[in-house]
């Protein structure tokens, strides 16, 4: 589990189940290097659908602590396909997804581990 801020708001990562982190790894490993430097840019190489699947999982093994320390409240309605919060746009969800594969394939993202 990792604690991560975007634009000024906590939020928390779990470790991804093993099946849905080989899936990722495959999509973004050959890609690490442009990830690192361009997120953006890596992702347009992947067919959208897949990059679709990506954001959904990342943004669904997240959390966001709620305001005043009251708790943590899931960011993803997987039911829905969409975020639970309207604050959170294409550049936080860019964010989000950095900071959930940094977490997760360190070891694999040149520089990072």
């Known amino acids: 589990m ?3 801020e975007v634009k000024g708001i906590t939020y928390k ?12 790894l495959l999509d973004v490993g050959p890609l690490a290097i442009g ?3 361009n997120p ?4 347009s190489n992947i067919p959208r659908e897949r990059v ?3 954001i959904a999982i990342c943004l669904g093994s997240c959390e966001r602590q ?8 899931k960011i993803w309605n997987k039911a829905a396909g969409q975020v639970m919060f309207d604050d959170i746009g294409l550049m936080e969800t ?3 997804v950095v900071q959930v594969l940094t977490d997760n ?9």
């Not at 953006?40 to 992702?43: H, P, R």
């Open 52 to 54: 679709h699947d990506i």
């Open 94 to 96: 860019g964010a989000i």
């Open 40 to 43: 953006v840019l890596a992702l």
């Open 2 to 4: 990792a604690e991560f």
């Open 35 to 37: 990830f690192k430097d």
């Open 105 to 113: 394939f360190a070891d694999f993202l040149p520089g990072q581990s």
């Open 66 to 73: 709620m305001p005043g320390g009251t708790g943590w409240a």
């Open 13 to 24: 990562s779990t470790k991804l189940p093993l099946k849905p982190a080989i899936d990722l």
